[in-house]
Every structure is written in structure tokens, then in C-alpha cells.
């Protein structure tokens, strides 16, 4: 291109206008906020999202590659529940400042905003080692600690449930109206997800498979009873030692009470999982072929501190497409792929940036860009 026989300003603003900042041009993808035909569920959120844990706002790059990124249609952000609730006897009880300060710049930027609530055992995600669940809950409800959770609840002691609800229906009236806002993911176990935190020391008060089945179907009902106006998810777990059945029971109440379903931890073992005829991780391939078009299918990235080493070259350009294919239309993608595919100061851009961009932009094309 012989850039010197066009006016400078006119081609920068003619750039501005039709094409992102990494090159792909904006018209490419349709938008992340419209109806569209190539998801199962056309009216719920759809696109690819950044994984902002707690803290993630400082991380380099993220304001500058990706806040303002075409294929990025927003962030997922984290509610800890002792950061928020002050208290029965407070007045006011709530403070939302350390949600929306993280909300904010994203909103500024014409961004969608998601929500995850860790109630308990999230310190295992999160840098920030302060206690997830509220010190009155444990006035409440029996307790439990162990090194990888902390200090975790019995959930299903009717003093932590009751609570909790609680505070779902208080997460509900705050952003159940905020147009920015796309779904709300409730963590029932560890963080964000379900598995039961410390579930060894729980064994001593009761626990097993029955009784977190009851306990998670009885909170499912709870969600389901807010009425949302935002989509409700669940992020599946497989549990420890692995049991896929239980994994499939939870998805199928799910999805009566018409929950989104999802799982936490895509990676390139699924692709080599799905190649060999074996399940993906908490069975969610064949979940996802189940029941797709029944309610929004979800997928995150498995973090990338966790990941073998053979699986940082193709966990994106492999694993996003086999997603796509499965009918998932929500993908939460941590900030180290978004890093790799954009931030030039990134170690791994040089080797990986190019499959990577090619990914993000093929799913772009299908769930929607902003």
C-alpha cells in the first residue's frame, strides 16, 4: 500500500473508523449486544470476555491491549461477598465500591460487564488472601479450614444457606437493571464454582455426594426463584475423585430451572480428550451437545499458571474452536491468552501471536465483537 498518496489525517481517521487497533477490521464482526443467529440462545450474552480476578486491573496490557480491543466484548469481574455486606446491623449494610470501581473503566469504554460471586473458599483464586465469607455467616452456620480454602462454612447449615440467598437477591437488585451488566455467575462451593471447599474436614459434619447434590439443587432453586432479569449461571466441577454422573445431575436441574450451565477449566486436554472419544473435563462435551439451545453454554479458560507446558502453544488456537463447534457461546479467557495474542511485551507473543488472533477473531466472527 502506497500510503504517501493518501493525506495523513484522512487515512487516520478513516483507520479510527474501520478498523480495531490490532488490524482486523471492525465491520468483521457483528456486535456483541446484538441478536444474533450463529448462538443456540440468541437473546442471552454471548462473546469473549477477559477473566479479571481480583486485583487483574493492575495487570500490564490490560488497559491498553484490551479494554479497547474489537474482539473483546467485555470482563468478567469478581463480587467477594465479605468485601460487599457489612453486616445485619449496618446502615448502610451494602457497599458495591469495590465492584464498581472495577466495573467503571470498562462501562466508560462501551464494554459489557459480568458478574462472578465467591461466598466462600476463594482465596485459592485470588491474591487477595482476606476471608470471603462475611465473619456474622460463621456466627450462624458451622465451620470448617483447611490450607487450600481457608476458613469455609458447612454449607448446607440452614445459617449460611439462608444467608446467602440473601445476599443473591441483594447482588440482584443492585445489577439486575444495569443494561451493562450480562449474566451472574453465585459461587455454591469454592470461589466462583461448585466444588465443595475442604471437603475432607466437611466429611466430618455429613458431607457427601447426597448431601452436596441436595444442598446445590436447594441453592439452584434459590437462583431460580429471584426472577432474574440477568441470566443466571453454574460453573460445573467434576468433583475429586472425578464423577461425571454427579456432574451431569446438577447440569440437568440446571437446566429445569433454566440456568445457564457452564465449567471453568478449558483447556488442551479437551481437545485431546474429545479426539480420543473420552470425556472433557466434568463431561461438559457431551453436556454441551445435550443441551445446547436450552439455555447459554459457557466455557473459561483453565488458568494459565495451572497449564502443562505443551499445553501453552495450542490451548487457544485448539481448544476456542472445538468450543465453538460444541455451541458455547459465552468464553472467559484469561488474561495471559489476551496477553499473548496482543501485548507485544508479552514473552509468548512472538511464537503464538498469530494463532492466536486468528482464534479470537474466527470466534469473534461467530459470538460477536464490540
Known amino acids: 500500500m502506497k500510503t504517501k498518496r493518501v493525506h495523513l489525517p484522512i487515512l487516520a481517521a478513516l483507520l479510527a473508523l474501520t478498523m480495531t487497533a490490532w488490524g482486523q477490521p471492525a465491520s468483521t464482526f457483528p456486535k456483541c449486544t446484538d441478536r444474533l443467529s450463529t448462538v443456540a440462545v440468541p437473546s442471552a450474552p454471548h462473546g469473549l470476555y477477559v477473566v479479571m480476578f481480583p486485583g487483574s486491573e493492575h495487570r500490564p496490557g490490560v488497559a491498553k491491549y484490551l479494554i479497547h480491543n ?68 460463621f456466627d450462624r452456620a458451622r465451620s470448617v479450614e483447611c490450607p487450600a480454602f481457608g476458613h469455609v462454612p458447612v454449607f448446607w447449615d440452614s445459617g449460611f444457606m439462608s444467608s446467602y440467598q440473601e445476599f443473591m437477591a441483594a447482588v440482584i437488585a443492585k445489577y439486575g437493571s444495569n443494561p451493562a451488566v450480562g449474566y451472574v455467575r453465585f459461587g455454591l462451593g469454592a470461589g466462583g464454582e461448585m466444588f465443595p471447599a475442604c471437603f475432607h474436614k466437611l466429611a466430618g459434619f455429613g458431607y457427601s455426594k447426597d448431601v452436596w447434590r441436595k444442598y446445590l439443587f436447594a441453592m439452584l432453586d434459590a437462583e431460580k426463584a429471584l426472577d432474574s432479569p440477568k441470566v443466571i449461571t453454574i460453573g460445573l466441577n467434576p468433583l475429586s475423585p472425578p464423577d461425571l454422573e454427579f456432574a451431569a445431575s446438577i447440569a440437568e436441574h440446571a437446566v ?113 465483537g464490540s
Open 70 to 137: 474489537h474482539v473483546v466484548c467485555g470482563g468478567v469481574f469478581y463480587i467477594i461477598w465479605n468485601q460487599v455486606d457489612r453486616g445485619p446491623g449496618a446502615s448502610p449494610r451494602y457497599d458495591w465500591s469495590s465492584v464498581d470501581d472495577r466495573l467503571a473503566p470498562w462501562i466508560a469504554a462501551g464494554k459489557q460487564v459480568n458478574l462472578i460471586v465467591f461466598a466462600a473458599g476463594g482465596q485459592i483464586y485470588s491474591k487477595e488472601k482476606a476471608e470471603t465469607t462475611p465473619s456474622f455467616v
Open 256 to 368: 429445569e430451572d433454566g440456568i445457564a450451565i457452564g465449567n471453568q477449566s478449558l483447556s488442551a486436554n479437551d481437545v485431546r480428550s474429545y479426539n480420543a472419544g473420552k470425556p472433557c473435563n466434568a463431561g461438559w462435551c457431551d453436556l454441551f451437545s445435550k443441551y445446547h439451545g436450552k439455555v447459554p453454554l459457557l466455557l473459561q479458560t483453565w488458568q494459565f499458571n495451572l497449564l502443562a507446558p505443551e499445553d501453552i502453544g495450542p490451548t487457544i488456537s485448539e481448544a476456542v474452536p472445538l468450543a465453538i463447534s460444541l455451541r458455547t457461546q459465552i468464553l472467559e479467557i484469561a488474561i495471559k491468552f489476551w496477553t499473548t495474542g496482543y501485548d507485544p511485551s508479552d514473552r509468548d507473543y512472538p511464537a503464538h501471536h498469530e494463532e492466536y488472533q486468528k482464534a479470537f477473531e474466527d470466534a469473534a466472527k461467530v459470538l460477536g
